[in-house]
């Protein structure tokens, strides 16, 4: 039984930073690309970030380039997400998922297609 769950979430004033962290089991993490997702109140859910198999193709939406990094441990089976200079907009449930078996889950552009579930995520509030 695949299970993702993340974790890291909490309450960070504008311009603060938080590491979130996915635990994986129930599936080669290594061999597996990976994403964070993003949901605030009322909107729909949003690809923030994915990262290949190997950790060496990463991409990130552009609302959070040049202020998150995506990274995994593929012998703890962790993924993370280290995020700085957050601001209220991105106050929001992040989740992590894993590509069910495309192997396109951070191939271009349109990786958030690829993925179709999502593990417990962990909630972000980002306010002073």
């Known amino acids: 039984e695949v299970q993702l769950q993340a974790s890291g979430g909490g309450l960070v004033q504008p311009g603060g930073s938080l590491r979130l962290s996915c635990a994986a089991s129930?599936?080669?993490?290594?061999?597996?690309?990976m994403s964070w997702f993003r949901q605030a109140p009322g909107k729909e859910r949003e690809g923030v970030s994915c990262?290949?198999?190997?950790?060496?193709?990463?991409y990130y939406s552009d609302s959070v380039r040049g202020r998150f990094t995506i990274s995994r441990d593929n012998a703890k089976n962790t993924m993370y997400l280290q995020m700085n200079n957050l601001k209220p907009d991105d106050t929001a449930v992040y989740s992590c998922s894993h590509d069910p078996g495309t192997g396109k889950g951070c191939y271009d552009k349109e990786w958030p297609v690829v993925y179709k579930s999502w593990g417990q995520g962990t909630l972000v509030t980002v306010s002073s």
């Open positions: 129930g599936f080669s993490f290594s061999s597996t690309d």
């Open positions: 990262i290949s198999s190997s950790g060496d193709v990463i």
